[in-house]
């Protein structure tokens, strides 16, 4: 059984830099995948970005310029890392596995299997 | 706005069935497999359907997935007082490589 646990700083200063680790226990930090996941308070969810095989990444195109996710192999933790927030990423902040189900070449089976129970990071001046 | 175009809220009455629809395009829903969520108010969502139609164990066979072209469908029957929560589709974008998610639906029962 998987368990995720996010850690980070509740609140900061618009213009600075969001930093959050997910501990992860149960699961395989260098041959799974892992996630980013966020949701505003009273909107939907969000999908940040996720890494896989080790270091690849990808992100969701409205954030890409200004985030990164990378793992820590000896910590059996990920981290994200999102630079000049403003009010609009106020957000509960989730880490998940994505597990990767059968699909033909070029078609994606991915889905989150394992939550954290979130984070909220208050962006205030 | 989500990419994907979910009903805001549904509603029936206990033991009645409700079926929530989750709308894409051929670059998403279309040629990738859906997912479905359930989250409770203060809570981290929790996988309900995977791989269109099939679910995790635990998950009773009350909750149903299919998917059809460019939208899916996630079925509740026998709906319960418990089943009251907000539901969210999701699956990937193959153009842009990236998750996407639905904006939610809100089931109540009557």
Same mark, same amino acid.
């Given at each position: 059984?998987?368990?995720?646990?996010?850690?980070?700083?509740?609140?900061?200063?618009?213009?600075?830099?969001?930093?959050?680790?997910?501990?992860?226990?149960?699961?395989?930090?260098?041959?799974?995948?892992?996630?980013?996941?966020?949701?505003?308070?009273?909107?939907?969810?969000?999908?940040?970005?996720?890494?896989?095989?080790?270091?690849?990444?990808?992100?969701?195109?409205?954030?890409?310029?200004?985030?990164?996710?990378?793992?820590?192999?000896?910590?059996?933790?990920?981290?994200?890392?999102?630079?000049?927030?403003?009010?609009?990423?106020?957000?509960?902040?989730?880490?998940?596995?994505?597990?990767?189900?059968?699909?033909?070449?070029?078609?994606?089976?991915?889905?989150?299997?394992?939550?954290?129970?979130?984070?909220?990071?208050?962006?205030?001046? | 706005?989500?990419?994907?175009?979910?009903?805001?809220?549904?509603?029936?009455?206990?033991?009645? $069935?409700?079926?929530? #629809?989750? =709308? @894409?395009? !051929?670059?998403?829903? *279309?040629?990738?497999?859906?997912?479905?969520?359930?989250?409770?108010?203060?809570?981290?969502?929790?996988?309900?359907?995977?791989?269109?139609?099939?679910?995790?164990?635990?998950?009773?066979? $009350?909750?149903?997935? #299919?998917? =059809? @072209?460019? !939208?899916?469908?996630? *079925?509740?029957?026998?709906?319960?007082?418990?089943?009251?929560?907000?539901?969210?589709?999701?699956?990937?974008?193959?153009?842009?490589?990236?998750?996407?998610?639905?904006?939610?639906?809100?089931?109540?029962?009557?």
């Amino acid at each position: 059984q998987v368990q995720l646990q996010e850690s980070g700083p509740g609140v900061l200063k618009p213009s600075e830099t969001l930093s959050l680790t997910c501990s992860v226990s149960g699961g395989s930090i260098t041959t799974d995948y892992w996630t980013w996941i966020r949701q505003p308070p009273g909107k939907g969810l969000e999908w940040i970005g996720y890494i896989y095989n080790f270091g690849s990444t990808d992100y969701n195109p409205s954030l890409k310029s200004r985030v990164r996710i990378s793992v820590d192999a000896s910590n059996n933790e990920f981290s994200l890392r999102l630079t000049s927030v403003t009010a609009a990423d106020t957000a509960v902040y989730y880490c998940a596995r994505v597990k990767v189900g059968p699909a033909y070449s070029g078609t994606y089976n991915n889905y989150f299997d394992s939550w954290g129970q979130g984070t909220l990071v208050t962006v205030s001046s | 706005q989500s990419v994907l175009t979910q009903p805001p809220s549904v509603s029936a009455a206990p033991g009645q $069935r409700v079926t929530i #629809s989750c =709308s @894409g395009s !051929s670059s998403n829903i *279309g040629n990738n497999f859906v997912s479905w969520y359930q989250q409770f108010p203060g809570t981290a969502p929790k996988l309900l359907i995977y791989g269109n139609n099939k679910r995790p164990s635990g998950i009773p066979d $009350r909750f149903s997935g #299919s998917k =059809s @072209g460019t !939208s899916a469908t996630l *079925g509740i029957t026998g709906l319960q007082s418990g089943d009251e929560a907000d539901y969210y589709c999701a699956t990937w974008d193959g153009i842009v490589s990236s998750g996407v998610f639905g904006g939610g639906t809100k089931v109540t029962v009557l």
